[in-house]
């Protein structure tokens, strides 16, 4: 349940432990509940919505915005929790992960695979082992993982779109493969360097958009895309992170 409006035309939603900030833009279906990284916010998540038809759902995990404080070091149980209360209050369909947002989905879609009819990754950077690398330091998160074992996201029968860059060291190209590879019905899309909203800004709108709205052309089967660029992808024992 709502607990009341919040500033700049939120509201806020009785969490599993304190006030979550949020904010619906459109109507209907598909209803998408869309999850964000971890220096991200509502403002910085709504563009990967912005082709999105019917309802969109944005949110401030705890610790964000106008949400309760984290009362202790985040875990991805913690994010779960959250996400899944937004989720079912609105009632989403489908799900939208942004980094540490992905790995939230990844942590609810374990013990709850079918909860969504589609689902995006972009820029996953953790699945199922510790991260060995120091992209991450200095990060809450960065020890911490969102599953025990990837093998659990066999259970998730619905389509699947992760997205990745190259060259990005906070999200490697490998652990979005290993993401895509876990799911029947995962799809793989790796951009090139630059920003996936500063220089894919258009490209991410049709991409996520089409997919979204079920018109993209997709062949779903656990195939993988590149564009413009080929880089070498290090999918050795380094493990994963979130």
């Not at 279906?29 to 971890?38: M, S, Y």
């Amino acid at each position: 349940m709502t607990a009341g409006p919040a500033a700049g035309g939120t509201s806020l939603l009785e969490g599993p432990n304190g006030l979550l900030e949020l904010n619906t833009t459109g109507s209907g279906l598909p209803a998408t509940v869309f999850a964000h990284g971890v220096s991200g916010s509502i403002a910085t998540t709504r563009p990967f919505g912005s082709g999105v038809k019917g309802s969109r759902t944005f949110f401030h995990f705890r610790g964000y915005g106008a949400s309760a404080p984290a009362a202790k070091p985040l875990t991805y149980a913690d994010l779960e929790a959250d996400l899944r209360a937004i989720a079912d209050l609105v009632g989403a369909t489908q799900a939208l992960g942004v980094s540490m947002g992905a790995g939230a989905l990844c942590s609810l879609l374990a013990s709850s695979p079918r909860r969504f009819k589609r689902l995006v990754f972009a820029l996953p950077a953790a699945l199922d082992r510790p991260r060995t690398d120091d992209a991450l330091d200095g990060l809450e998160l960065h020890a911490a993982v969102p599953l025990t074992d990837r093998a659990v996201l066999g259970a998730v029968t619905a389509p699947a779109l992760v997205i990745a860059q190259e060259q990005d060291p906070d999200h490697p190209v490998w652990v979005a493969e290993q993401l895509a590879a876990s799911m029947p019905n995962g799809h793989l899309e790796v951009l090139a360097p630059g920003g996936i909203l500063l220089r894919h800004r258009a490209a991410m709108r049709e991409l996520i958009g089409g997919f979204l709205n079920g018109e993209g052309p997709l062949s779903l089967s656990g195939r993988s895309t590149r564009h413009n660029t080929t880089v070498r992808t290090d999918q050795g024992a380094k493990g994963n992170h979130g």
